[in-house]
């Protein structure tokens, strides 16, 4: 009907938590328990990597965590309160993420030897240790939140100024394989790799129109990768995921109305211009090329 997905939609929840944090999303709304098998890995290598490798690790994300799980044709996030890593490798060194099923939400990493984990996505020290037990590492809090305010503000740099592709993959999983704890940029560095971490993965797999344009320059020209950056309108859906998310969900029918509206930051290129999600089928609108919807909100209005 719509491709492999449009947009991933997280399972519905009874309080209100922050919004944009660690992708966008909030964290879990009680502590999980600590798992009792191996953890599920996928896995990514920046070796060799094309628009082939990265379409296939968007595909096996978005299979293991939502399954046939769908609403009114969206996949949607299962309701497992557990983890799972994402093993990020170049050709020295990797990174492995700790992601939540529950909502595609980062909340910790391993580099080398060292854990760092955010405590604000309701993580403990002793959870990170049950799950990390192979050997013994350092486990370290990172000194602030996940939210994308938080995590921009110590990067120094807004996700709309962050270059995407394969060769900042590769840069950011040397970086944070390869971190010193006296570094006097820690957080900086941290800040910067997770939310590139976050911009190719989760964001990537929950809205297909910012999937198409990062796997466009996941395929190397001449052996040179291109890069990405995110506009006004991916940010926008990024930010409004969480509220897209609950008004799909309570949903019933593709004619229902929403009882408010999302208006959506059709960015720079019209920056009069914002685009209305008052029903479910607007909101599959999202997935195609900004050009276009200007088009369909043009004749919405009658024009």
């Not at 938590?17 to 009792?36: F, I, N, T």
């Not at 046939?68 to 983890?83: A, R, S």
């Not at 599959?284 to 900004?290: Q, T, Y």
Request: net charge negative; aromatic share 10%; charged share 25%.
């Amino acid at each position: 009907m719509h491709g492999d997905f449009l947009i991933i939609i997280q399972p519905r929840k009874e309080n209100k938590s922050k919004s944009g944090g660690g992708g966008g999303s909030p964290p879990p709304p009680q502590q999980p328990a600590a798992p009792q098998n191996p953890l599920h890995t996928i896995r990514f290598t920046t070796v060799d990597s094309s628009q082939a490798t990265y379409n296939e690790l968007i595909r096996e994300c978005t299979q293991y965590l939502c399954g046939e799980l769908q609403h009114l044709g969206f996949p949607v996030l299962g309701t497992d309160n557990l983890f799972f890593f994402i093993e990020l490798s170049n050709d020295s060194c990797q990174v492995i993420l700790l992601v939540s099923k529950f909502d595609f939400y980062v909340v910790a990493f391993r580099g080398g030897l060292q854990v760092f984990y955010f405590g604000d996505a309701e993580i403990t020290r002793e959870l990170i240790q049950s799950i990390f037990n192979d050997v013994t590492y350092d486990y370290i809090p990172i000194n602030f939140t996940s939210n994308y305010t938080k995590l921009e503000t110590k990067a120094w740099k807004k996700r709309a100024d962050f270059d995407l592709g394969m060769s900042k993959l590769d840069h950011f999983i040397s970086e944070l394989a390869n971190l010193k704890t006296n570094d006097k940029k820690l957080g900086e560095i941290i800040a910067r790799g997770i939310v590139t971490f976050i911009q190719l993965i989760p964001e990537s797999a929950r809205l297909r129109r910012f999937n198409r344009r990062l796997s466009d320059v996941a395929e190397p020209q001449n052996g040179v990768y291109s890069t990405y950056q995110p506009d006004d309108f991916d940010v926008s859906c990024q930010n409004y995921w969480n509220s897209i998310s609950e008004k799909v969900l309570h949903s019933t029918t593709e004619d229902e109305k929403f009882d408010e509206s999302i208006e959506l930051d059709m960015g720079i290129q019209w920056p009069n211009e914002e685009d209305d999600l008052t029903e479910i089928r607007h909101v599959k609108d999202v997935s195609i090329a900004r050009r276009c919807l200007r088009i369909l909100k043009s004749r919405r209005r009658g024009v």
